[in-house]
C-alpha cells in the first residue's frame, strides 16, 4: 500500500516538472470563471492584464478571461451570445445599445448602492424604469478648439455666438458633423429641444435657420451633410477652419501632422446653448441577465472602475474617469501653458455640468436618420423649414 502511495505522489511530482501547466489547470478548473468582454481595448492590453492580476490575487477562487472585441462587432455578437444560455458575464458597451438591451429584459438590474461613487448625472443615465442597467466605464466630453490666426475677435461660448461670425476669406467659421451619429441632435439638446413636442417649436425653426444661413453664404463647407469628424478635423489641420468642437484626444494628431496650425491652437470649453450644459459620450459595462457569474463580475467592474484603475487609464489614455474621486486627482485640476493639459481640464470640469441623454425612443438609430434627412432637406432644398419640421416631428413620434 505504502509503495503505491509513493508511486503516486512520484507521477505528481513527475507532472508539475515536465507539463507545469497540468496543475494550474487542474487549479484553474475549480475556480469561477468570469468571461469579459471589451470593445477594442488591445493597445491596452498591458493596464488590464494588471488589473485582472490585482484582482485575480484579492480573490483567488476567481479566473478573469478577457477577450477584446472590435468595435464593429461589439453589438453583433453581444446581441448573438445574450440569445444564447451561455452569454459573456460582463461586457463592455454604449448606452444606446445597453438600453435597447434593457428594454428587452435581457440585463441584469443593478443595486444602487454599488453606484455611489460614479458620477450622478452620468449613473442616473444608465437607468431604465427606474432600474440601473449598467456601471459606468469611462467618458469623453468634447472642447471647442480655434485657430488664433484666423480669428481674434469676442471668443463665442454659445452656438449662438458662433452663428454670427463672419469667417476670413477663403475659411470657414467651423465644420458641423451634421448627419454623423447624433451630431445635430446633440445641439438641438442644448436648446431644450429634446422631443417630438417641440422639435418644430419657434426656438427649433430659429436654430434650423441658423445653420442654413450658414450654409448658404459658405461660411460652413457643403460637405457638413455627407462628411464626419475626421474630415472636419483635417479641415482644421488645414487650416480651413476657425473652429472646430471636437475631442481632446485629437490634439496629439494635430501637433503630429500640423504643427503650424498646433502652435496657433488655443481651447476654449464646448460651445453650449440655452441651458449651458455639456454633452459627453460614455461606454459602459453590463451583465447580460443569463450570466453565471453575476455577483463576481459585478465586483470586478467595481474594481475596474475604482479611482486608483480609473486614474492609471486616464493617465494611459484621453479618456476621462467616471469615478468622482479620481476627477479629484491634481492631474484634472492643476493648469499650465501647455494645451492638451488646458483641454483635458477643461474637458473634465465639464462632467460637472452634464445635460441628461435622450432616453424615451427605442431605437435611436432611427431618430439619428429622421434628423439626418431633415438637415439635408433644409439644406440643399428651397422648402419652407416649418413644413419640414412638421413632418419630423410626425415621424419621430411615431418612434
Avoid at 26 to 45: A, P, Y
Avoid at 177 to 194: A, F, G, H
Amino acid at each position: 500500500m505504502m509503495k503505491r502511495f509513493l508511486l503516486f505522489i512520484l507521477f505528481i511530482l513527475f507532472l508539475s516538472f515536465v507539463f507545469p501547466s497540468f496543475l494550474k489547470n487542474q487549479d484553474d478548473n475549480s475556480k469561477q470563471v468570469v468571461i469579459f468582454w471589451t470593445l477594442q481595448l488591445g493597445t491596452f492590453d498591458k493596464y488590464i492584464n494588471n488589473v485582472i492580476s490585482e484582482f485575480e490575487k484579492d480573490n483567488p477562487n476567481c479566473k478573469i478571461k478577457w477577450i477584446d472585441i472590435p468595435y464593429s462587432e461589439g453589438e453583433k455578437r453581444t446581441l448573438a451570445s445574450i440569445l444564447t444560455d451561455n452569454p459573456p458575464d460582463l461586457v463592455n458597451l454604449t448606452p444606446d445599445f445597453s438600453l435597447l438591451l434593457a428594454q428587452k429584459n435581457a440585463l441584469y438590474n443593478i443595486d444602487e448602492k454599488y453606484l455611489n461613487d460614479y458620477i450622478p448625472a452620468i449613473k442616473d443615465s444608465l437607468k431604465y424604469n427606474g432600474k440601473f442597467f449598467g456601471i459606468p466605464f469611462y467618458a469623453t466630453s468634447a472642447v471647442t478648439l480655434y485657430n488664433s490666426n484666423l480669428y481674434l475677435g469676442n471668443l463665442p461660448i454659445s452656438y449662438d455666438d458662433l452663428f454670427k461670425i463672419i469667417p476670413k476669406k477663403n475659411t470657414y467659421v467651423t465644420m458641423f458633423s451634421l448627419t454623423e451619429n447624433d451630431t445635430l441632435l446633440k445641439i438641438l439638446y442644448k436648446y431644450n429641444i429634446n422631443s417630438y413636442n417641440n422639435i418644430n417649436s419657434e426656438k427649433s425653426i430659429e436654430i434650423f435657420s441658423k445653420i442654413k444661413n450658414l450654409y448658404l453664404n459658405g461660411y460652413i463647407p457643403k460637405e457638413c451633410i455627407t462628411q464626419t469628424h475626421r474630415d472636419a478635423l483635417e479641415k482644421y489641420m488645414s487650416g480651413q477652419l476657425a473652429f472646430l468642437v471636437t475631442g481632446s484626444n485629437f490634439l496629439n494628431m494635430i501637433k503630429e501632422n500640423a504643427p503650424s496650425v498646433y502652435r496657433s491652437t488655443r481651447i476654449l470649453p464646448q460651445l453650449t446653448g440655452d441651458n449651458g450644459l455639456y454633452d459627453y459620450s460614455l461606454m459602459n459595462f453590463v451583465i447580460p441577465q443569463k450570466a453565471k457569474n453575476k455577483q463576481i463580475a459585478l465586483k470586478f467592474a467595481l474594481f475596474l472602475t475604482n479611482s486608483l484603475n480609473q486614474l492609471e487609464l486616464a493617465k494611459l489614455t484621453s479618456i476621462l474617469p467616471v469615478n468622482k474621486y479620481a476627477l479629484e486627482d491634481e492631474f484634472f485640476t492643476i493648469q499650465n501653458e501647455d494645451i492638451q493639459i488646458q483641454a483635458r481640464i477643461i474637458s473634465a470640469s465639464q462632467l460637472n455640468n452634464l445635460q441628461p441623454p435622450l432616453l424615451n425612443v427605442k431605437n435611436k438609430k432611427d431618430l439619428n436618420i429622421l434628423s439626418s434627412n431633415c438637415i439635408q432637406e433644409i439644406l440643399i432644398n428651397n422648402k419652407d423649414i416649418e413644413q419640414i419640421l412638421d413632418k419630423f416631428a410626425q415621424d419621430w413620434e411615431k418612434l
